[in-house]
């Protein structure tokens, strides 16, 4: 009986509750970020930006918004207080400045995070890294120092408590 008169007026009522799910998604994970009825719903909302595989950029990235790279980026990376997140096919010869750094491809240069960073399995990180917390998965490739930066100290040049020298090609799963 609620058919006839209800039926078009509620098909629109259940796409209304699916847009507010789709700006609110703080997943860490990009492939939640590619669907596609996701993706139509998120440019006007969304804050990060993708640098997709067929795409090189030479020179200087800033903004004050997210990066996802799957593609190939050289120069710098400037983006404080946001995510960058390289991707399986990144490639990044840069050095990247942000509040988190997530890699998954291959990145050469010097990694600073204001939070975290983070060396995902298939990742692989040559350069020094600067940040509050690190976290390296088993399988990661790291080659550089680490300069663990507690929250109320600033750049300081002459001291570095816990500066250590790192290669592991086959690492165990470390946090500091």
Do not use: C, H
């Amino acid at each position: 009986m609620w058919k006839p008169n209800q039926t078009g007026s509620s098909s629109p009522t259940p796409s209304e509750p699916v847009r507010p799910a789709a700006p609110a998604t703080p997943s860490f994970e990009p492939a939640a970020r590619s669907s596609a009825p996701a993706a139509a719903a998120q440019p006007a909302s969304s804050d990060q930006a993708t640098i997709g595989k067929s795409l090189i950029i030479k020179g200087e990235v800033t903004g004050s918004e997210s990066l996802y790279i799957d593609g190939k980026v050289e120069g710098s990376i400037n983006l404080p207080g946001n995510r960058v997140t390289v991707g399986r096919n990144g490639q990044v010869t840069a050095n990247i400045s942000a509040r988190e750094i997530v890699v998954l491809g291959k990145v050469r240069g010097n990694v600073n995070a204001s939070d975290r960073v983070d060396i995902r399995s298939e990742g692989s990180l040559s350069g020094d890294v600067v940040a509050q917390r690190i976290s390296i998965e088993d399988g990661a490739f790291f080659k550089g120092g680490i300069d663990i930066r507690k929250p109320g100290s600033e750049k300081s040049s002459d001291s570095k408590p816990n500066s250590v020298a790192t290669q592991s090609e086959n690492a165990k799963a470390v946090t500091v």
